[in-house]
């Protein structure tokens, strides 16, 4: 996350490192669009597509669900190019009265299934999906939306782990479809390195929490989950005071983090075989 380089160049670190695909925002600009689409083809890589509504990563406060859902319409034309396996939104407003909410995401998915896009949308601060709650009810009232499940956004929050809310951490796991494997804790959304010991509890927290999507998605039949590791910088890598040195190797920890779960994954997975052949 957070690679400011051309596309081509992290193309290539993905796959050298072993990743399936890229997860990046969908570019505007037919050009970009054209240099992404060469830099995933040259390495076989899947695209995931990432798009903003009402402004950046943190929406403009007065920014009209009319212009929420202009920016996502633009958006999702330019997916067109780009073939996404499917497309997360960061979307809404914590500030909106929850029947707004409500009308943006029905007219979200309108957009989306007349585009011949699959959208979802990402559990995220500031955004109408903000806490645990406030998305329980958004699912009752549309079962519909499926969830790209970002956990790290809701312990801060929350300020707290969220293994005691387990009524709705199993709502939501039964319509998430991505997952972002970013750790966070009480106090921020990214605890400065997940290996060291000292963050382990909010790691296995969080896994606790991957496992039972990944139950659900077995359930339901899913051929395929997904993970993006998703440690970046831009406030969220932790920094030594005056010097800005970065405290940890942001490639590192995210190479860590996918070997990980991919290790996590497959233990996991083979339990789960091994209960359904003893049920």
Known sequence: MGHAGPYAEAAG???AAGFAGLEATLPLEPARQRELAAA????GLAYIGEVY???????????SPDRHLADLGQALAAADALAPRFV???????????????????AALRLAERAGHELV???????????????????????????????????VVCERALDEETEAIARVAGQARHIHARVGYDQGPQVPDPAAP???GWLASHQRLWERIWQAQLARGDAVTTMTPEFGPDGYLHEQPYTRMPVADLGRVNDWMAATERGHFATWLGTA??????A
């Open 198 to 200: 000292e963050y382990a």
């Open 13 to 15: 670190r993905a796959a």
């Open 40 to 43: 995933l083809a040259g390495h």
């Open 273 to 278: 075989a091994a209960h359904q052949a003893g």
């Open 88 to 106: 997360t939104c960061i979307g809404g407003c914590d500030a909106w009265p929850l029947e707004t909410s409500l009308a943006f995401f029905e």
């Open 53 to 63: 509504t009402g402004g950046w990563y943190v929406p403009e406060r007065h920014a």
């Open 121 to 155: 949308f990402e559990t995220h601060r500031s955004r109408t999906l903000f806490n645990p709650w406030i998305t329980v009810e958004v699912l009752r009232r549309l079962p519909e939306l499926r969830l790209t499940c970002d956990f790290s956004h809701w312990c």
